[in-house]
């Protein structure tokens, strides 16, 4: 009894919790995001043994480091073991300027995914993310002073390039999924990158995940909470700014924002902002705030930076221009 429960591969659990009224007809086939990681290779098997030949694997090649090539290997000789088709694509992750190479190979990535996904006729992707994955991103978002978005950490499911990604693993630690794998006769890959305490989201897993688990053994579970917490009120925060530009107008109305109370206000003005593809630091939409209240002549002049455009006073509204951006 024992030996079947530990034989187990726990993350069944995971993609049984995330489809639990998966039909075998419209939602397959799908395909898993397989870097060679414990983690997806975790995944990769179980989804194989949930939908038997309804399961392709995805590798992509981002050609940054040296230890690329070995990732490649070993995903071919686990699918060629296992019997699974193994899709490689080649990306190039080079990050363009004032972004980090983490976001442009994350980027890249999940475009890569969804287009050779897509053409593939999968359904969905699955992604190994999982509970310890999400703590470091809540801690991570916390390091630097994020708001709601940020400290809803990652969704169980988003659409990214017309495919609906998933993360069934969100809910297992990262250690029960590595006990596991260890005792198979299946190889997988350990990121050398991943224990460089250069990065932060690294150093976050070397120190302070153990501290956590010794304070509060209970730490997944309830940052997890409190990350589905953030998401909801989250969403209502978009509810309201959507309602609340429908009646500012769009542009906003200088006047008609002045009426709004200042957390609404400036809830507005980052939704509309934002939708100018323009996110606002948090001095940046203090000032902004400040202008709005003290524009109560017609000669007062708003001009301000916000990202990489401007937000200035035009008549009675607000509005935002972006030269570099029309520019690209
Ligand atoms: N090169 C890649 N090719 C395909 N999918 C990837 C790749 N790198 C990451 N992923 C997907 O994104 C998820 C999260 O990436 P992350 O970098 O946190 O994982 P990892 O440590 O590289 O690998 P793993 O999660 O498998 O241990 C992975 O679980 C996997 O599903």
New binding site residues.
């Given amino acids: 009894m024992v030996a079947s429960v530990a034989s187990l591969n726990p993350a069944l659990a995971g993609i049984d919790s995330l489809f639990p009224a998966f039909s075998s007809s419209s939602s397959l086939p799908l395909g898993v ?3 060679g ?5 975790a995944l990769l098997l179980a989804t194989a043994e949930r939908w038997p030949g309804q399961v392709q694997a ?3 090649h ?1 050609g940054l480091q040296a230890a690329a090539d070995d ?1 490649v290997r070993v995903c071919e000789s686990v699918c060629t073991m296992v019997g699974l088709p193994l899709h490689i694509v080649q990306v190039d992750a080079r990050h363009a300027s004032g972004e980090s190479p983490e976001d442009a190979a994350r980027r890249a ?1 999940y475009a890569a995914l969804a287009t050779a996904a897509t053409a593939r006729g999968m359904q969905g992707v699955l ?3 999982h509970a310890d ?1 999400q703590v470091e991103t809540m801690l991570l978002a916390l390091s630097r002073g994020a708001g709601l978005p940020g400290l809803s950490a990652m969704p169980a499911s988003f659409w990214r390039g017309g495919m609906v990604f998933y993360r069934p693993l969100l809910q297992i630690p990262s250690a029960v999924l590595r006990e596991w794998l260890v005792r198979q006769p299946i190889e997988f890959v350990d ?1 050398p990158t ?1 224990t460089d305490e250069r990065y932060t989201r690294n150093r976050i897993r070397a120190r302070l995940l153990p501290a956590l688990a010794q304070a509060f053994p209970q730490f997944r579970a309830t940052f997890a909470r409190s990350a589905r917490h953030a998401a909801q009120a989250q969403a209502v925060l978009v509810e309201v700014a959507a309602q609340d530009l429908a009646v500012v107008g769009n542009p906003p109305a200088i006047k008609a924002l002045q009426a709004l109370s200042l957390p609404r206000r400036a809830n507005v003005l980052r939704h509309w902002l934002l939708q100018q593809q323009a996110t606002p630091s948090a001095a940046q939409l203090e000032q902004l705030l400040h202008q709005v209240a003290a524009c109560t002549t017609r000669g007062h002049r708003i001009h301000l930076k916000v990202a990489s455009g401007h937000v200035t006073r035009l008549g009675a509204s607000l509005c935002y221009s972006d030269a570099a951006a029309r520019a690209r």
Avoid at 37 to 41: I, K, L, Q
């Fill in positions: 995001a397989y870097s990681g414990a983690d997806s290779t995805f590798h992509i981002h990732f990535r992604l190994g993310q994955d990121d991943n």
